[in-house]
């Protein structure tokens, strides 16, 4: 079966290095736990000043306040289904929930703790959020908020994750100062309510250097990053601090292919253009200390259920026997650690997640 | 949170129209379990004449094994990483394995309980197997067992994964014919041996009438089937048995956008192209049954780890609020299956897997 290393090294520095660009910035900091999903992990963070997270679910919420969490985002927006885990989780830490719409206070309204709220800001990803530019809808639901006595404005939130999308750093770098300007001009317009604006994908937190505005960052990906963040210029390939171990299952020498024991359902679906075809994991040669970067780049050039596959492995088919296990850096580590559900440190110490 | 519905009367009807199909062509049945990964939706299958499963990892072996089943083929080629699951459920069933290079059979030399392998046949998938022309190495790997006393070579197994790529109902015709002849020639090939042939990929065995040779059917996807089944014309839209509910996390009305709770790792990241588009599930109207076939088609258009967005929804819009809850029929159900860990019927009943 396949295995999700990680390489704790890498993954503190990752840490600390995020860390130190928020105090650099006067920046608070409230890391995306979506990534990790583990109390362990999320511990290491509090070593370097943590002491608030973002989650993406009620469930991790909860998982993250059971093990003593106290201060704890909910970036997700609300909606009623939610509302029972929201009632629940209320009693347990300070938790703050994303809004994007005057529809959803009603059901916020007799809540019997108190809990703050985010508006949720689009500055150009089109997922969800409102418009900067749309001031009435924003002012009508901080307005309408403050007749409700436990639901507290605490300011704005905004995933730009159109980053990811960005076809070049100039265009990341266009996104990220539209969203400083957006946030900026909200955090003028109302500031007579002090919000805070809270702010952070990954490649727009690893890269930039100016943060205008903000006041604190949520990025989550960085704790791992992958090979997606390498293509947007937020990470060293060295950096990369998980890699999948696969079982060579089978060796075609005609066809150069290699079948590992690795497929959706450990790496999953997601996928990477390089040269203009999908690829789903890169290998790294192992090194004593883990893992280290290849001289010749050689792709997971396939993926099924169980199956990877990789094509065209040239000199590499020789080299390798069934049962041999090779390392691949993914191409998303969020969903690749999803799908995982545990990690195991180069050290052989398993790594539990909510999902274990 | 999204739910997976299962509508247990379209998975029964699914599950004896195939074993009515393969009684019709006196072949065995058995039923690949990775899509389902369930004991008690395996057990359903017994009604139907089952009583032998194919599974796709050791893991999920010993939990039907666990279960009461006693033939279970473990389609996946054999891996010395698996040598010590192998030895434990071989004492607990009748235990089949594939092979496909004699590199393998070292490792099962000593093996202290009798298994029985097939050999992997490569008909054009390019994925595991060997090619039906490669005689020479098949006989290599069949008179190479013999030397293991408790290693029996009990036939051939095809998995013409390539069907699923076929641009035409012609050209998944044309794949199905050309294993038909590989597998055939290779049964009369090796005939002192009495080889079983097994075969079966849903979309083959499905539209298919004719089997040739072949003995034994081990479709797996056709207990639910999806839309990329329905694509390949292997299903109504009717038949397909798994829809996945969804709360409506937001509405953005000036985008004619509905964003809801149901991501990546609810659907996972497998897309189908619709009019060049990717979508990644398809709306369909609640009924009082369960669920209807849409007058409008409707998709869901974009995904990330925990938001699925449809874009460019139409008068859908106004007739939708936040908390309403929105049925999509899943594009891989083996996939999104596997992610959501668990069923939930028309009735209310909670259905475990593997993975619960």
């Given at each position: 079966m396949p295995t999700l290393l990680l390489d704790q090294q890498k993954c503190l520095q990752n840490m600390e290095k995020m860390a130190l660009k928020a105090a650099r910035h006067s920046l608070s900091f409230r890391p995306h736990c979506k990534t990790h999903q583990s109390v362990e992990i999320a511990n290491w963070l509090r070593d370097f000043g943590v002491n608030a997270l973002t989650v993406s679910s009620f469930p991790m919420a909860r998982y993250f306040a059971e093990a003593g969490w106290e201060d704890i985002l909910v970036a997700f927006s609300f909606h009623p289904g939610d509302l029972e885990k929201l009632m629940e989780l209320s009693e347990r830490c300070k938790l703050s929930i994303l809004v994007d719409s005057p529809a959803a206070l009603p059901f916020l309204h007799h809540i019997p703790m108190q809990i703050g709220f985010y508006i949720d800001i689009d500055t150009?990803?089109?997922?969800t959020g409102i418009k900067a530019e749309n001031l009435d809808l924003i002012e009508q639901i901080i307005v309408k908020a403050r007749t409700s006595p436990n639901l507290e404005f605490r300011g704005f939130y905004c995933h730009a994750g159109h980053s990811y999308k960005a076809g070049s750093l100039k265009e990341g770098d266009e996104i990220h100062h539209k969203a400083l300007r957006d946030l900026g001009g909200l955090k003028k317009q109302f500031g007579l309510y002090s919000p805070k604006v809270l702010y952070g994908d990954t490649p727009s937190c690893s890269r930039q250097e100016d943060f205008g505005k903000i006041d604190e960052i949520t990025p989550g990906n960085f704790v791992f990053y992958d090979l997606i963040q390498h293509t947007l210029g937020?990470?060293?390939?060295?950096?990369?601090a998980v890699a999948m171990e696969c079982p060579v299952a089978g060796r075609y020498p005609a066809g150069e292919r290699i079948v590992i024991h690795g497929g959706a359902v450990h790496f999953s679906k997601e996928s990477l253009l390089v040269n203009g075809a999908s690829i789903f994991g890169q290998l790294v040669p192992r090194s004593e200390e883990g893992w280290t970067t290849a001289a010749i780049k050689r792709y997971l050039t396939g993926i099924s259920q169980e199956h990877g596959v990789m094509e065209q492995c040239g000199d590499l088919i020789r080299e390798v026997n069934i049962g041999d296990k090779l390392l691949f850096l993914p191409v998303h580590s969020c969903l690749t650690a999803y799908l995982m559900r545990e990690y195991q440190t180069l050290d052989g110490k398993l790594i539990a997640t909510l999902n274990s």
């Open positions: 150009g990803y089109a997922r937020a990470c060293t390939m060295e950096e990369i």
